[in-house]
């Protein structure tokens, strides 16, 4: 039956009858904040911050625009920059199609920052930043430093432009 498997047969029939379900259902005006390519933890995640458990930030980008993530409230800077990735990413194959992003080079020059402090320790909450609901985050260049556990590139060629001889 037009290439599904009879293992597959039941997910094939659910997927026919929930797929017209759900694009109505994203259609509609009060789920407007809702991805069209939502994924159940998307889902969830918006529905935590309807609940209280996940918050809405705003990420402010260097050319003055800005977009909205939702993550959990008990969420770390890798949960954020991930789903600001997920975002980036979405809109960039909707508007663009196919483009692919460096995101170590994004994260090696800029970071987010809340306040005065930059996020750049991937492992801290977002809460012991004093991170809420409906706060604005933005994004900021970022020099690695030896504090950071990694030297500079102008650091590392002053060293090898020191060992030339003349």
Known sequence: MLG???GDLGTYFRRSQFEPLVSTLLDDPVLADVPKNATVSDIDTLIGVELGSAMK??????????FD????NTAKVRDLKQ????YVDSM?????GHRHISWKHVW???CLSFGNEKLVDDGARLQDFGIRNNDELRFEHHVATREDGR???AKKRR?????RKN
């Open 4 to 6: 599904v498997r009879r």
């Open 57 to 66: 930030l705003s990420i402010l980008k260097l050319d003055g625009t800005h």
């Open 69 to 72: 993530v939702a993550v959990l």
């Open 83 to 86: 789903a600001v990735m997920k």
């Open 92 to 96: 960039e194959q909707s508007q663009l």
């Open 108 to 110: 090696g020059n800029f």
């Open 151 to 153: 030297h500079s590139r």
């Open 159 to 163: 060293f090898f432009h020191g060992l």
